[in-house]
């Protein structure tokens, strides 16, 4: 969540932000109002509590003396009274503050482009050569079952939509893409980490926004757990309520299976993996200091186009407009693969700061050069959303014959094979 003193500091920064985003400012003043109650309610219990202590003394006085204390001891009562009164309400004016608060999105930064959807985002750059086929190329969906690498009926029985079998080279593949990634982020100096696969509603609500909590999360039932949506949301909370050294960026690779309700997707790729309940995962993220933000954030970029160039995937960088941004991010890039049988870009992975938003809420700090603690920033992004760079590989690679190619450096990790032919019928 925001901090409360940008709040206090900066009002109109952040109600320009909400504007941005195509939201009410007004929630901006409502959680003023609140903090100013809260404060003010503080204030009044202090001096409660100082007279209070006054009156006590005076007791004390006039018993040593011999003296009545009746009226004294009504006084005494009257102000504990009130200071319960007045702790009430603090706690009242504490809870409506900081649940507005967690209904607050981030900060954007200055720089993010204005627009309301995916269609006012912005294309940074580009890179590969995109493929001219001698032939009308298919798409994975069909690939899959010519292939016969997936069983797509029997998950949608077993399960419902969008859940699947994969079978034969496509797990070799599944299993290729996420060492090769690993190995890729582990020689770069990321610590890999395998987190556990669901958390408590406090953790994982400290990684997301509440808008985005129920339309993504599953919740296990009688449980206060949640599956996670990515290995980001367990690797924010790795270490809540800590102080951690940033002397140098601590990161993180995390590997995981990742579980999304996809519920405003509703007729959104329905064939095929691309738009699934589970898939897998390779994740970077990093808790660095504020000073060390941009290099961090342009290094994970760097190393998805990294490894993207090294599949021969063409594809392109596109900064998301402020109304296409997380709640939980200031800003985001998406690197978006070329699907040729859709003939378009389509996002296979991000890369987002989230400034001290998820830090807040974690109470993760590291302590300043004034020895003073302080929100780290954290940053993620993604380097292998493995069920997606499938898809875009199956496309990518296809050949008039129906068989689809091993990317040249996958080929170590796949066991000798290096295509996968179609079933004959």
């Known amino acids: 969540m925001i901090d409360i003193q940008l709040l206090r500091e900066n009002p109109e920064n952040v109600k320009d932000s909400q504007i941005k985003r195509g939201l009410d400012a007004k929630i901006v003043d409502k959680i003023l109002s609140y903090d100013k109650k809260w404060r003010k309610t503080l204030q009044d219990i202090d ?3 100082q007279k209070r202590n006054d009156v006590n003394r005076n007791i004390a006085e006039l018993k040593k003396s ?70 009308q190329p298919k798409a994975h969906a069909d690939l899959i079952e010519d292939l016969n690498v997936a069983d797509m009926d029997s998950g949608a029985i077993v399960a419902g939509a969008r859940f699947y079998y994969l079978k034969n080279e496509l797990v070799i593949l599944n ?36 808008a ?21 949301h367990a690797l924010a909370a790795m270490h809540q309520n800590q102080t951690i050294n940033v002397d140098k960026p601590l990161k993180y690779a995390g590997i995981s299976s990742c579980f999304r309700k996809e519920a405003g997707s509703h007729g959104k790729d329905t064939k095929g993996i691309f738009r699934v309940h589970r898939f897998e995962k390779i994740e970077q993220f990093v ?35 402020s ?14 693969g070329w699907f040729p049988a ?28 004034e020895n003073k603690k302080e929100p780290v920033y954290t940053i993620n992004g993604t380097a292998m959303t493995v069920q997606r760079t499938m898809c875009c590989i199956l496309e990518n ?12 450096a996958l080929i170590p990790y796949m066991n000798g094979i290096k295509k996968i032919s179609p079933v004959k019928k």
């Open 287 to 321: 808790f660095c200091n504020p000073k060390d933000e941009d290099e961090i954030f342009n290094e994970i970029i760097g190393n998805q186009e990294e490894l993207f160039k090294t599949l021969q995937i063409p594809y392109r960088i596109v900064f998301l407009c």
């Open 212 to 232: 985005d909590f129920e339309e993504s999360i599953y919740k296990i039932e009688k449980e206060d757990l949640y599956l996670i949506g990515t290995s980001e």
């Open 175 to 210: 299993l290729a893409l996420q060492k090769f990634a690993l190995d890729f982020l582990t020689n770069k100096g990321f610590i890999p980490v395998q987190p556990p696969y669901m958390l408590n509603r406090a953790s994982v609500g400290g990684s997301v926004s509440l």
């Open 47 to 49: 001096k409660l509590r």
């Open 66 to 135: 011999g003296k009545p204390v009746t009226a004294k001891i009504k006084e005494m009562q009257k102000l504990c009274d009130e200071i319960f009164k007045g702790q009430k309400n603090q706690d009242k004016f504490l809870k409506k503050r900081d649940e507005l608060r967690l209904k607050l999105p981030n900060l954007l930064d200055d720089d993010v482009p204005a627009g309301k959807n995916e269609n006012d985002n912005k294309e940074l750059r580009n890179w590969g050569k995109i493929p001219n086929f001698n032939f």
């Open 342 to 369: 859709q003939n378009r870009y389509r996002e296979l992975g991000s890369t987002s700061t989230a400034k001290t938003y998820q830090a807040v809420k974690q109470k993760t700090k590291y302590l300043t050069k």
């Open 397 to 408: 690679y296809q050949k008039k014959n129906g068989s689809v190619e091993i990317p040249t």
């Open 323 to 336: 109304g296409d941004t997380g709640g939980s991010m200031s800003k985001t890039y998406d690197l978006e």
